[in-house]
């Protein structure tokens, strides 16, 4: 009894001291007349699609792997419409790499993972059942898993060797019933590997993978440079690429609708898509000619560099259609336009006869709160109305030019039951004073009673990023026009806080390094005179890390327990939250990285690269949410689940949100009461609804106009109401 005594008090204790949060979809986002159908879902930058029927309701969703931050991203098709679904991509396995495509090796029905390993190529095989989601590493050997392998020229097997920068081709290129495998070379001329998968002419059926490498030049071409090809066995010209020296992407599928397969290929150092057409047949290719003027020379694929293709269907009438995206790591040279990186081409043809046709350069990105990469969230009361609107910085926005600006949204809700709208692109005009990479914070940095505008920038006249300010001041302009520097010398993508570490009556300043060091620079002067001085360069023994580049940091009372807490994100997603930490200075304590209830568990979550989270009370509640930045350039938002309720704040979730009148509204409520449906202006046009404490209640909206409505308590309190917005 005691011993139970004891690990129950231990679980108590460790209840006590963890904070929890869920991912909030709930608070509606307007740009341009137009609520955003996604807005909290992180942005997108380098995007790999596939389909899967990942919550087993007979439809295909749509996953997206972004290389950028090796996220997975999850839209459940709900009623042929996309919705972000976090919660799905914890039932993929951790470790996934480089490139990520979903395939059905085994003709049973359900999709499979072929994705990267550091000898290959990696596969797991889906075995889900009975609604639960399972994979199996698909011939794992102790002491650890073997990567998919194929018969060379020799009697024995070899791994299939690929480079992590390319994306292969996995494909029943001969029409013979089973998933065939083309790549390029590993190494040596950059031609095409074809490893056939000889499971049907072995054993009748599609139910394993036998491969053999039968050829090394599959469609006798060779890749010579961008736009430059060799044909029928020729060498590339002279002063031509010759060896396979960058990343490439192929997609094999049938352009002219004669049965065999044609190739569209991309380059790491190229733009353009080229396209192959098979003059041959489906066992032998053969590749005579290359066109760079896909799908046609007025929509033609061209981006500023690395293009690569993927055919699914995504529009929802049952013919593939094509995604093109850039497969890059990271945005060399800011060339890339994140903000319109995935573009959409629609088939208006059939599987086996396509034709395509340019949609859109935002395919999923147009329902995002979206900002290009490194975005970056503030909040303040600018408007005085009593609720706080939403800033966000990011490094790079395309209105005609890459640059940079702060967006202003304004809260046109509560501060209880927050809606943002589109208020102003360029804040302040920042994207004309020569700077890019703006970083916000908003705080009193003189003391004076009036909030400043704090910010890091990188100036494009000498690249050196430095922290900045903006008085506050009490006029109509809020803010003084005169920018003047704090503090120097930060790197570019390296970020700040501003906090009185040593309770000396002065703000002090904490550097998150790209080494992952945070250096902490005590001021021993005071605001007028400066005088930073470097007190410790791995401050709270966070020292150099290859795990944590860039971390980003934010401090406040998280818990409300009267004690400054830490909140480390990096660049590599990761959320650390140490409590309490300024009285463990000198014997720090490990900090919390599960931090997410997901699932009914409490886990760790992918937000992105280059995480910039945010405290900031969004519901009026007694504990602060955290908004999160992102490299992909979105943010997404925390809710703290042991928060509870400040007067006139709501206590009840809905989804979707905005909604279709054909869509069932789902509500769960964290105790039970019944609700009414009111308009703005206070009809009543739904009574009655009961709501079940911890419990998701379906809802019929079908008799709704388009417009805004709350869902509110019949007694008329204010402290569980929640809005919602239907869209036609």
Same mark, same amino acid.
């Given at each position: 009894?005691?011993?139970?005594?004891?690990?129950?008090?231990?679980?108590?204790?460790?209840?006590?001291?963890?904070?929890?949060?869920?991912?909030?979809?709930?608070?509606?986002?307007?740009?341009?007349? *137009? $609520?955003?159908?996604?807005?909290?879902?992180?942005?997108?930058?380098?995007?790999?699609? /596939?389909?899967?029927?990942?919550?087993?309701?007979?439809?295909?969703?749509?996953?997206?792997?972004?290389?950028?931050?090796?996220?997975?991203?999850?839209?459940?098709?709900?009623?042929?419409?996309?919705?972000?679904?976090?919660?799905?991509?914890?039932?993929?396995?951790?470790?996934? /790499?480089?490139?990520?495509?979903?395939?059905?090796?085994?003709?049973?029905?359900?999709?499979?993972?072929?994705?990267?390993?550091?000898?290959?190529?990696?596969?797991?095989?889906?075995?889900?059942?009975?609604?639960?989601?399972?994979?199996?590493?698909?011939?794992? &050997?102790?002491?650890?898993?073997?990567?998919?392998?194929?018969?060379?020229?020799?009697?024995?097997?070899?791994?299939?060797?690929?480079?992590?920068?390319?994306?292969?081709?996995?494909?029943?290129?001969?029409?013979?019933?089973?998933?065939?495998?083309?790549?390029?070379?590993?190494?040596?001329?950059?031609?095409?590997?074809?490893?056939?998968?000889?499971?049907?002419?072995?054993?009748?059926?599609?139910?394993?993978?036998?491969?053999?490498?039968?050829?090394?030049?599959?469609?006798?071409?060779?890749?010579? %440079?961008?736009?430059?090809?060799?044909?029928?066995? =020729?060498?590339?010209?002279?002063?031509? &690429?010759?060896?396979?020296? /960058?990343?490439?992407?192929?997609?094999?599928?049938?352009?002219?609708?004669? !049965?065999?397969?044609?190739?569209?290929? !991309?380059?790491?150092?190229?733009?353009?898509?080229?396209?192959?057409?098979?003059?041959?047949?489906k066992d032998l290719a053969v590749m005579n000619k290359v066109s760079i003027n896909f799908?046609?020379?007025?929509?033609?694929?061209?981006?500023?560099?690395?293009?690569?293709?993927?055919?699914?269907?995504?529009?929802?009438?049952?013919?593939?259609?094509?995604?093109?995206?850039?497969?890059?790591?990271?945005?060399?040279?800011?060339?890339?336009?994140?903000?319109?990186?995935?573009?959409?081409?629609?088939?208006?043809?059939?599987?086996?006869?396509?034709?395509?046709?340019?949609?859109?350069?935002?395919?999923?990105?147009?329902?995002?709160?979206?900002?290009?990469?490194?975005?970056?969230?503030?909040?303040?009361?600018?408007?005085?109305?009593?609720?706080?609107?939403?800033?966000?910085?990011?490094?790079?926005?395309?209105?005609?030019?890459?640059?940079?600006?702060?967006?202003?949204?304004?809260?046109?809700?509560?501060?209880?039951?927050?809606?943002?709208?589109?208020?102003?692109?360029?804040?302040?005009?920042?994207?004309?004073?020569?700077?890019?990479?703006?970083?916000?914070?908003?705080?009193?940095?003189?003391?004076?009673?009036?909030? %400043?505008?704090?910010?890091?920038?990188?100036?494009?006249?000498?690249?050196?990023?430095?922290?900045?300010?903006?008085?506050?001041?009490?006029?109509?302009?809020?803010?003084?026009?005169?920018? *003047?520097?704090?503090?120097?010398?930060?790197?570019?993508?390296?970020?700040?806080?501003?906090?009185?570490?040593?309770?000396?009556?002065?703000?002090?300043?904490?550097?998150?390094?790209?080494?992952? *060091?945070?250096? $902490?620079?005590?001021?021993?002067?005071?605001? =007028?005179?400066?005088?930073?001085?470097?007190?410790?360069?791995?401050?709270? %023994?966070?020292?150099?890390?290859?795990? *944590?580049?860039?971390?980003?940091?934010?401090?406040?009372?998280?818990?409300?327990?009267?004690? /400054?807490?830490?909140?480390?994100?990096?660049?590599?997603?990761?959320?650390?939250?140490?409590?309490?930490?300024?009285?463990?200075?000198?014997?720090?304590?490990?900090?919390?990285?599960?931090?997410?209830?997901?699932?009914?568990?409490?886990?760790?979550?992918?937000?992105?690269?280059?995480?910039?989270?945010?405290?900031?009370?969004?519901?009026?509640?007694?504990?602060?949410?955290?908004?999160?930045?992102?490299?992909?350039? !979105?943010?997404?938002?925390?809710?703290?689940?042991?928060?509870?309720?400040?007067?006139?704040?709501?206590?009840?979730?809905?989804?979707?949100?905005?909604? &279709?009148?054909?869509?069932?509204?789902?509500v769960r409520s964290k105790k039970s009461f019944l609700a009414n449906v009111v308009t703005?202006?206070?009809?009543?046009?739904?009574?009655?609804?009961?709501?079940?404490?911890?419990?998701?209640?379906?809802?019929?909206?079908?008799?709704?106009?388009?417009?805004? $409505?709350?869902?509110?308590?019949?007694?008329?309190?204010?402290?569980?109401?929640?809005?919602?917005?239907?869209?036609?």
């Open positions: 009894m005691r011993i139970l005594l004891s690990v129950l008090l231990f679980f108590l204790a460790q209840s006590v001291l963890s904070q929890t949060y869920v991912i909030d979809q709930s608070i509606p986002v307007k740009e341009k007349d *137009r $609520y955003l159908s996604n807005a909290w879902s992180g942005g997108l930058n380098s995007g790999q699609y /596939s389909t899967i029927d990942i919550n087993f309701d007979g439809v295909d969703d749509l996953v997206v792997f972004d290389r950028t931050s090796s996220k997975i991203n999850v839209f459940i098709n709900e009623d042929s419409e996309y919705k972000y679904r976090p919660e799905y991509a914890a039932h993929f396995p951790s470790g996934i /790499s480089n490139w990520m495509l979903l395939r059905d090796y085994d003709c049973d029905g359900r999709k499979d993972i072929f994705t990267s390993d550091p000898l290959g190529i990696r596969v797991y095989v889906n075995e889900s059942d009975a609604g639960n989601v399972k994979w199996r590493l698909f011939n794992s &050997r102790a002491p650890q898993p073997s990567p998919l392998l194929t018969k060379g020229f020799s009697a024995s097997p070899i791994n299939i060797q690929m480079n992590s920068s390319d994306i292969p081709s996995i494909d029943d290129v001969d029409d013979d019933g089973d998933l065939d495998i083309l790549l390029f070379r590993f190494s040596s001329v950059s031609t095409v590997e074809f490893h056939k998968n000889l499971s049907i002419e072995r054993t009748a059926s599609c139910d394993s993978m036998q491969f053999e490498r039968v050829t090394q030049s599959w469609g006798d071409f060779q890749e010579c %440079d961008c736009r430059s090809f060799a044909f029928n066995g =020729e060498d590339c010209p002279s002063g031509g &690429r010759t060896e396979h020296q /960058s990343g490439k992407s192929l997609l094999t599928l049938d352009l002219d609708g004669d !049965g065999d397969r044609d190739a569209l290929i !991309g380059e790491e150092d190229c733009g353009f898509i080229h396209q192959l057409p098979n003059d041959g047949t799908p046609n020379a007025e929509e033609s694929i061209v981006l500023s560099i690395f293009p690569a293709t993927y055919y699914e269907d995504v529009d929802f009438d049952g013919v593939k259609d094509l995604i093109v995206a850039p497969n890059v790591p990271t945005n060399v040279g800011y060339g890339v336009d994140f903000k319109r990186s995935s573009w959409f081409y629609k088939n208006n043809g059939t599987n086996e006869n396509p034709s395509f046709s340019r949609v859109q350069f935002d395919f999923l990105q147009d329902g995002m709160l979206e900002f290009g990469e490194n975005a970056v969230p503030a909040f303040h009361d600018y408007d005085g109305d009593g609720d706080l609107d939403m800033f966000v910085g990011s490094t790079l926005e395309n209105s005609g030019r890459f640059s940079s600006s702060i967006r202003y949204y304004k809260n046109v809700g509560t501060s209880s039951l927050p809606e943002f709208t589109l208020e102003e692109e360029d804040f302040l005009g920042f994207s004309n004073i020569g700077a890019i990479g703006y970083k916000p914070k908003f705080m009193d940095i003189n003391k004076d009673g009036l909030i %400043d505008l704090v910010f890091s920038a990188t100036q494009t006249s000498t690249f050196a990023t430095s922290i900045f300010y903006l008085l506050g001041r009490n006029s109509s302009t809020k803010f003084d026009t005169q920018i *003047r520097q704090f503090f120097g010398s930060i790197g570019t993508d390296e970020n700040f806080e501003i906090f009185d570490v040593d309770s000396d009556g002065e703000f002090d300043v904490l550097v998150g390094r790209s080494t992952g *060091r945070v250096e $902490y620079y005590r001021n021993l002067g005071n605001f =007028e005179t400066p005088n930073f001085v470097q007190e410790d360069q791995s401050f709270y %023994d966070l020292d150099f890390s290859p795990f *944590r580049q860039n971390p980003s940091i934010e401090i406040t009372d998280f818990d409300v327990d009267g004690k /400054s807490d830490m909140l480390i994100g990096d660049a590599r997603g990761n959320l650390t939250l140490y409590n309490d930490f300024l009285s463990n200075l000198e014997n720090p304590v490990e900090g919390q990285t599960e931090l997410i209830i997901m699932n009914d568990s409490l886990s760790t979550f992918n937000f992105g690269s280059k995480l910039a989270p945010v405290a900031v009370n969004l519901f009026n509640e007694n504990k602060p949410a955290i908004a999160i930045g992102t490299g992909q350039g !979105g943010i997404s938002i925390l809710r703290n689940q042991t928060a509870s309720s400040n007067p006139g704040n709501g206590n009840i979730g809905l989804y979707p949100n905005p909604i &279709r009148p054909d869509q069932m509204l789902t703005t202006s206070g009809q009543v046009v739904m009574k009655n609804i009961q709501l079940t404490a911890n419990e998701d209640i379906l809802v019929n909206i079908s008799t709704l106009k388009e417009g805004l $409505y709350i869902l509110s308590p019949v007694d008329g309190s204010k402290s569980d109401a929640i809005r919602f917005v239907v869209n036609k």
